[in-house]
């Protein structure tokens, strides 16, 4: 007669394995996803220690008597009633990493909210190779095609992670709405975003919030910092090579 409490035990034996099993591979996915890059080449750095050069740096923003983009005490400051877009201007390419410092403001002034720390990425217009021709109105940068994180959107109530196919479709590939994953007032964040054989990734202070492996990947295009009604300071911008360590 066969011993139930062996037969149990075995039983619950397999049960372990295969759980272990599972474990190994999920973590082993999930190494691989975050696999560490190295930087090969910096290919272009500004602390804005200096005037903001505006051959380098293309603005377009929805005009107002208290709008601004400019340089203060090695910042960028970027203070808009309504919507603005600084622009990178040099087209990006390859296996990349940009990477800067960004507090969003509240402290009392005319246009601080907190909300908006918005960035574009590979951003390009299929109908007209000259990107800055838009006013700095949100919906006017729909027809583009890029990939798009706006962390504390939405008077900071969402966190979302979009990819612009060109034609007006805006695919939302994930969103946070947790209070981890918004905005708190006067902090700053070191944002890195990478672009590797296929794969996008955005972090945030060292955490991965989100990772795409693209079909269809963008693989050339221009940086853009992107905001509206709000203040915010901005440093050690920097893009570089990058390469699989």
């Known amino acids: 007669m066969p011993n139930t409490n062996q037969a149990n035990f075995f039983d619950g034996s397999r049960l372990l ?41 293309k603005v377009e923003m929805v005009p107002g008597p208290t709008a601004s983009v400019s340089t203060k005490n090695g910042k960028l400051i970027i203070d808009s009633p309504g919507g603005v877009s600084v622009w990178l201007n040099q087209k990006l390419s390859g296996n990349i990493s940009i990477e800067y410092d960004w507090k969003v403001i509240a402290d009392g002034g005319k246009n601080d909210r907190l909300s908006d720390l918005n ?63 918004l905005l708190k007032p006067n902090q700053t964040y070191h944002i890195k975003i990478l672009v590797l054989n296929g794969q996008t990734s955005f972090w945030v202070d060292g955490e991965r919030y989100f990772e795409y492996n693209d079909e269809n990947p963008l693989t050339e295009g221009y940086f853009g910092f992107r905001s509206t009604w709000s203040r915010h300071e901005i440093d050690h911008f920097q893009v570089s090579r990058i390469k699989s360590e």
């Open 119 to 181: 960035q574009f990425w590979m951003a390009v217009d299929p109908k007209n190779a000259n990107l800055f021709t838009r006013n700095g109105v949100f919906e006017a940068y729909d027809s583009l095609r890029l990939y798009y994180v706006g962390m504390g959107g939405n008077a900071n109530t969402t966190t979302r992670f979009r990819k612009y196919h060109g034609n007006g479709k805006r695919q939302l590939l994930k969103e946070y709405t947790d209070k981890e994953h």
């Open 17 to 57: 394995f295969r759980y272990a099993v599972i474990c190994v591979f999920l973590l082993a996915a999930s190494q691989i996803s975050a696999q560490p890059v190295k930087r090969d080449k910096v290919l272009y750095k500004d602390d804005f220690e200096k005037s903001l050069n505006t051959k380098t740096w």
